[in-house]
């Protein structure tokens, strides 16, 4: 197992950096609180860049990860993930997946985890990709997320798994535990009082720390029975229906989806950690007008 990813991480951000290859990440944020839960709102201005380079890139070539937010023509044949830019390339991660910089991050050090080959999206998380995931979190902690399908802000169909640090503004799922049952054993299932969604959060052994094996086996069996409190079930496609699942500090949260976006606005993973993202300013008032919690219930259940 890798044992410095960070310095990985942090010499190849500034290798695509100098180069060009990676984009910087440009922000502003509010806060804002409901229900007792403190929010934060991020407007990206440097998404517009990354929206002219997806409609400049032809089918078939490598422009990075892309991130969770619309806008811009989606070329279905385009998959950033088979042949991934080596500039943007940490290296493998487990067996059967690669750690690329997300061109367009959220936050400085944002990966995806993609599997090195093709698989859907919506197909059940199998304990690989859970243990991709985990032998990071074992040497550098973080939060997990994942978008299952377009509906839940997915932008490619090539199954991957993202992570962001545990650094102050990134989602997190430290705002949600203090309503939480402290003293909950592993596997046990709850909801959150305040979210007025379909949801589940499960108790796993997944922190910094955790051996990555043991953790991979908790998550994946966390994943199963969040899927069975939520009647998440494959179709006979073996696709599930659209979801999103974030893995942070001790605890899984796993959310169905009804749509992606709320008022234009798209929902991915992320979102549900506490901090939500937005292409234009203005969209900053649409959330604050209802609130974050009813933003995020307006595309679940």
């Known amino acids: 197992m890798r044992k410095d990813w960070i310095a990985a991480i942090d010499a190849r951000s500034a290798a695509a950096l100098a180069s060009g290859a990676l984009q910087p990440v440009a922000a502003e944020q509010t806060g804002m609180e409901d229900a007792g839960l403190r929010f934060i709102v991020r407007w990206v201005s440097s998404l517009a860049v990354k929206d ?16 969770a937010i619309p806008g811009g023509p989606r070329d279905p044949n385009f998959n950033p993930f088979l042949n991934p830019d080596p500039e943007l390339t940490v290296g493998p991660i487990g067996i059967e997946h690669v750690a690329i910089l997300n061109k ?18 919506l197909l059940p998380l199998s304990r690989s990709d859970f243990a991709a995931l985990a032998e990071l979190i074992e040497v550098a902690g973080g939060i997990g997320l994942y978008n299952g399908g377009t509906a839940a802000g997915a932008s490619q169909r ?8 545990d650094t102050e503004g990134n989602a997190s799922l430290r705002l949600y535990t203090p309503a939480l049952p402290a003293g909950l054993p592993e596997g046990g299932v709850a909801r959150h009082p305040a979210l007025p969604m379909q949801h589940a959060f499960v108790r796993v052994c997944c922190a910094r720390g955790v051996d990555a094996p043991t953790a991979a086996d908790t998550l994946l069996a966390g994943f199963r029975q969040a899927c069975e409190a939520l009647q998440l079930r494959p179709g006979a496609d073996g696709l599930l229906p659209p979801f999103n699942l974030l893995v942070h500090d001790g605890w899984m949260l796993v959310l169905p989806r009804s749509q992606e976006c709320f008022e234009g606005i798209s929902m991915s993973a992320v979102c549900f950690g506490g901090t939500l993202y937005t292409r234009q300013r203005e969209q900053i008032e649409s959330i604050r007008r209802v609130g974050p919690l009813q933003a995020l219930a307006a595309v679940g259940y």
Do not use: N
Request: net charge positive; aromatic share 8%; proline share 10%.
């Open 104 to 121: 367009f991050p959220l936050c400085e050090r944002h990966l995806v985890l993609a599997r090195r080959e093709f698989e859907e999206q």
């Open 158 to 165: 090539h199954k991957h798994v993202q992570w962001m640090p």
């Open 52 to 67: 002219a380079a997806k409609a400049a890139t032809p089918a078939g070539t490598s422009a990075g990860a892309p991130v």
